[in-house]
């Protein structure tokens, strides 16, 4: 069973280099549920000389420090680098389910950078600890916690401990990495922030492109709700309603069908079609 210390609030040091930022709202909301049943987890910290570093549990330590309490509960880390106290830290804050879409791509684009710091190996492809699968596949054997896992790289470790695909877990990355920061900044504390599909289509236009479109989803009164409205206003100066954007999407497709193909086409959707034309009084 992890040991609980109850360290004076004194003594522990927040990075500034945190993986999440800080809420004030939040921890004046948690100091209220704390005040009435007590703190549920205790924080996470690792020794730093004389005092402690915090590594999880920030909203937490602020909502003592609003109550005015002089000590609180908390587990103490074998961490010995800035970098393995952020993995730790990343990997507690994935593991909770209020993270929005925008904190999550920010998590998992700097675990990877923490990863591939502390397993140099995995990102150049390793020459080391490598060993022949089946089939000549060769697999790398990296440390990722306790126990080491067999693994293609920090995508499929990072899977198994967080319950997420593969492929969800580098699009994340990829459209943390492909947003601006200035977009990134933005969209804080915004709708768009809180879905991934809203973040994805933003994330693969070009950095002027991006500010644009931002510009219309923030200016006041503005008339877009989402970024495909925004990008429709920019294109064609009117924003389309959803049947319009499925239209424009599925007529580009079909213009570009070979005939053999579109033939295929109308006649696997034969009755659909005839209904269409009767509707429109065509047939």
Request: charged share 30%.
């Amino acid at each position: 069973m992890t040991e609980i210390h109850y360290i004076s609030l004194d003594h522990i040091e927040v990075p500034s280099d945190r993986a999440r930022d800080f809420d004030p709202a939040w921890a004046e909301g948690l100091a209220a549920v704390i005040a009435v049943q007590g703190l549920l987890h205790p924080i996470r910290v690792r020794s730093d000389g004389d005092g402690y570093r915090l590594i999880a549990g920030r909203v937490r330590l602020e909502a003592y420090r609003l109550l005015d309490r002089r000590e609180i509960p908390a587990t103490v880390s074998d961490a010995q680098t800035d970098d393995e106290a952020l993995l730790e830290e990343v990997m507690e804050n994935l593991g909770r389910a209020e993270l929005i879409a925008l904190d999550r791509c920010h998590h998992l684009h700097g675990l990877k950078q923490v990863w591939e710091r502390l397993h140099p190996q995995s990102k150049r492809g390793g020459d080391k600890n490598v060993k022949k699968g089946k089939e000549g596949t060769k697999l790398q054997s990296l440390q990722f916690g306790e126990k080491p896992a067999e693994v293609f790289g920090f995508a499929e470790v990072t899977a198994k401990k967080i319950g997420l695909s593969a492929r969800t877990i580098m699009m994340a990355v990829k459209i943390w990495s492909d947003l601006t920061p200035d977009s990134r900044q933005r969209l804080a504390g915004t709708p768009w922030a809180e879905k991934q599909s809203e973040l994805m289509l933003l994330s693969g236009e070009k950095p002027k492109r991006q500010a644009e479109i931002l510009d219309k989803l923030l200016a006041q009164n503005a008339r877009v709700s989402s970024v495909a409205d925004a990008m429709g206003l920019l294109n064609n100066g009117v924003i389309f309603d959803d049947v319009e954007r499925k239209f424009l999407t599925a007529n580009k497709v079909f213009g570009k069908l070979a005939d053999p193909v579109l033939d295929r086409l109308i006649a696997a959707n034969q009755e659909r079609i005839v209904a269409s034309l009767q509707r429109q009084g065509r047939i």
